[in-house]
């Protein structure tokens, strides 16, 4: 059975002049709202062509339909700069919005809590580790899951594991060409410096085995570890080590599933959808374990994910509302807000 939802536009009529101002003409940094909202459109749409998932076509219709923005001053440079206030999230797992917003936050909360944990452990060093496993039929991928977090718990026991202080872990899903599914964790761990150059050195020859042998599995999985190094020292050695942390964080929180991949075979995807139902595709352990605070998300936390949440705010709000059939945010003066000294 097909279901559709009804596409329902506004009549946008507002004489003002705003009204044919789009977000990006406003604020050319906020271009993503664009792009993550289309795709959100289109995996609407495989939702509501399945009767099982027409609930999730239902709220992905509602996901920020209307942004609302403030003026707030830059903290570094004093310009003012465009910031979400206000919006509505679906906060269904798949959403291309959500999800964006999502690692947005946790990268924001990784950032916030970086210079302490720096402060806190000065001589640790840092490697990105990503373990993979051969491809899996997409209706194995929840057992293929359950098989790698077992592994993982072996994994974290093993002596060559041990003197890690920290680690972040995330579970990325791709689509394979023969239309396998390719789990894999990205995996940032906080190390002493013995595991860089020194007595705790692993080879990335023994990661391969201690993986395999943790898998239990009777080929050899592909496994890559890169050390993180500063990018940029002549910005000075310090500065430049905290920001390839950050970028390192950064690639580790990425999207759990590529938006691409979920519009791409319909029918992969809806299978994708019932396999990870309820499974957690990112955890933390040892001195990174409350560096994300992944259990506790709130919309606020999602409208607030890249931005300054302590910057002076007026009251006074900007309006966009999203036009489906011309993909793009526009001007939306109907619902602006004025600073609320002026509100009677």
């Not at 403030?70 to 206030?85: K, Q, Y």
Request: hydrophobic share 35%; net charge neutral; charged share 30%.
């Amino acid at each position: 059975m097909t279901c559709s939802l009804a596409v329902i536009e506004d009549d946008f009529t507002d004489s003002s002049k705003n009204c044919n101002s789009y977000l990006t003409d406003y604020s050319p940094k906020d271009a993503p709202w664009d792009v993550h909202r289309s795709e959100a459109q289109l995996v609407e749409r495989i939702y509501a062509d399945s009767l099982e998932f027409i609930r999730y076509a239902e709220r992905m219709h509602e996901c920020s339909e209307l942004l609302l923005f403030a003026e707030i001053p830059d903290p570094e440079t004093g310009e003012l700069a465009f910031r979400l206030r206000e919006a509505h999230f679906c906060r269904v797992r798949h959403c291309p919005v959500c999800q964006w917003r999502r690692s947005l936050m946790w990268y924001a909360r990784f950032q916030k809590a970086l210079p302490e944990i720096l402060r806190s452990y000065p001589t640790a060093r840092w490697i990105f580790l990503t373990l993979t496993v051969r491809n899996c039929s997409i209706k194995e991928l929840r057992q293929t899951l359950s098989d790698m977090n077992r592994a993982w718990g072996r994994l974290v026991k093993r002596s060559e594991f041990r003197p890690v202080l920290g680690w972040i872990r995330t579970t990325e899903v791709t689509k394979g060409k023969d239309g396998s599914a390719h789990p894999h964790f990205h995996t940032l761990l906080m190390v002493p410096h013995s595991m860089v150059s020194g007595k705790h050195y692993v080879k990335q020859a023994r990661w391969v085995e201690v993986w395999k042998e943790c898998l239990r599995v009777d080929y050899t999985p592909v496994v890559d570890i890169r050390v993180v190094r500063s990018k940029r020292p002549s910005e000075g050695e310090n500065d430049s080590y905290i920001g390839a942390v950050a970028d390192a964080a950064k690639e580790t929180l990425k999207y759990a599933v590529k938006p691409a991949d979920m519009f791409d075979d319909p029918e992969w995807f809806l299978e994708l959808t019932r396999q990870v139902h309820n499974l957690r595709f990112i955890a933390t352990g040892g001195a990174l374990k409350d560096a994300l605070r992944e259990d506790e998300e709130t919309e606020e936390d999602l409208i607030l994910a890249d931005d300054h949440a302590d910057a002076p705010d007026d009251g006074s709000r900007i309006a966009f509302n999203w036009r489906r059939h011309e993909r793009r945010y526009r001007r939306y003066p109907k619902a602006d807000k004025k600073p609320a000294s002026n509100k009677t």
